[in-house]
């Protein structure tokens, strides 16, 4: 078996405009998330609770970059194409929680949660 590239280049686009991502990205496309339910007597089975599909990610904060209109962003389509030639889709995207600029790095740690992600590999 023929060793294959799992890690490296990736990008990141919001509504198609490009960001300048650093070294993290946590994608999770689940819309469920499941929990064990155990009893006295056992397992009784799980529950399962609605979540959003989310993509956390480190940007670096350029002269083109505006912090305060990121705090505005709903409805975006954020787009994560990573080494592996998958890329996932965040439809209806929203920035959530807080915003803080690491001065000293010059970063930006962002997080979108939306309605639902697609995968596609080329």
């Known amino acids: 078996m023929a060793l294959e590239r799992v890690a490296g280049t990736a990008f990141i686009k919001v509504d198609g405009e490009q960001l300048a991502l650093r070294g993290t990205a946590t994608i999770n496309p689940q819309s ?7 009893g006295m007597d056992g397992p009784h089975g799980y529950k399962e609770e609605p979540r959003l ?3 956390e990610l480190e940007v670096g904060d350029r002269l ?17 194409e990573a080494a592996t030639g998958r890329t996932y889709v965040l ?6 929680g807080d ?11 962002l ?9 596609f590999t080329s």
Do not use: Y
């Open 64 to 80: 083109d970059f505006d912090l305060t209109k990121v705090g505005t962003w709903t409805g975006k389509t954020v787009t994560f």
């Open 91 to 96: 439809a209806d995207a929203f920035q959530s």
């Open 111 to 119: 997080k979108f949660e939306g309605a639902s992600m697609r995968t």
């Open 32 to 38: 469920v998330t499941r929990a064990g339910i155990a």
């Open 99 to 109: 915003l803080s600029l690491n001065g000293g790095e010059g970063s930006v740690t």
């Open 53 to 55: 599909p989310s993509i």
